[in-house]
């Protein structure tokens, strides 16, 4: 289906964007510090530079409305003006690397270029594989009734409905088998 830097570039999105108050486990805004970032940096991989300041911090934390934004759209056509402009802002420039024994894979832009910009631009291009391969049905948001959170459905048959990050599927199917005994 998608490639390993593709999966793992759209993990990293969706674990960015359930980072939001709504969409995160504890209910709370769970990217508010540097060092929140820093978790986040180092658990998806990123390389490049860093500059550990708040308006990095900043630039991450709006990042996550926009790729929200992409999960949301309704057709493909606006989900690639959003992956243009963000690729154009972003300042892509695709090549192919092999380190860290991933194999080739692209990283489209410099390690120094701003950590917003190489998390945005990655993510996007990502995203330009999903639409190539017309997989944009992959990308969902949970389908628990209390949860906001954004997955990425790599299942064979395409049938993952809930997302990991509060334990959305067991929680409905409780639900579900409490009203069915309540019913009988």
């Not at 289906?1 to 805004?29: K, Q």
């Not at 934390?61 to 402009?85: G, Y």
Request: with cysteine.
């Amino acid at each position: 289906m998608f490639t390993h830097d593709v999966e793992l570039s759209l993990l990293a999105a969706t674990t960015l964007v359930n980072t939001l108050p709504d969409a995160s486990h504890s209910g709370e805004d769970e990217l508010t510090t540097r060092e929140q970032l820093d978790t986040w940096f180092e658990g998806e991989g990123f390389t490049g530079v860093r500059l550990h300041t708040a308006a990095e911090l900043d630039s991450l934390r709006a990042l996550r409305i926009r790729l929200r934004a992409l999960w949301a759209t309704e057709s493909d056509r606006q989900a690639v003006t959003m992956v243009n402009a963000m690729l154009a802002e972003g300042g892509a420039r695709p090549r192919l690397l092999d380190h860290d024994g991933l194999g080739w894979h692209i990283h489209a832009n410099s390690p120094d270029a701003p950590l917003a910009d190489r998390v945005m631009v990655e993510i996007a291009m990502a995203w330009v594989d999903v639409l190539r391969q017309d997989a944009r049905a992959r990308m969902k948001r949970c389908a628990a009734d209390d949860c906001e959170a954004v997955l990425v459905d790599f299942s064979r048959n395409r049938s993952k409905r809930f997302c990991d990050v509060g334990n959305c599927g067991n929680r409905m199917n409780v639900r579900a088998f409490r009203a069915r005994n309540a019913a009988s």
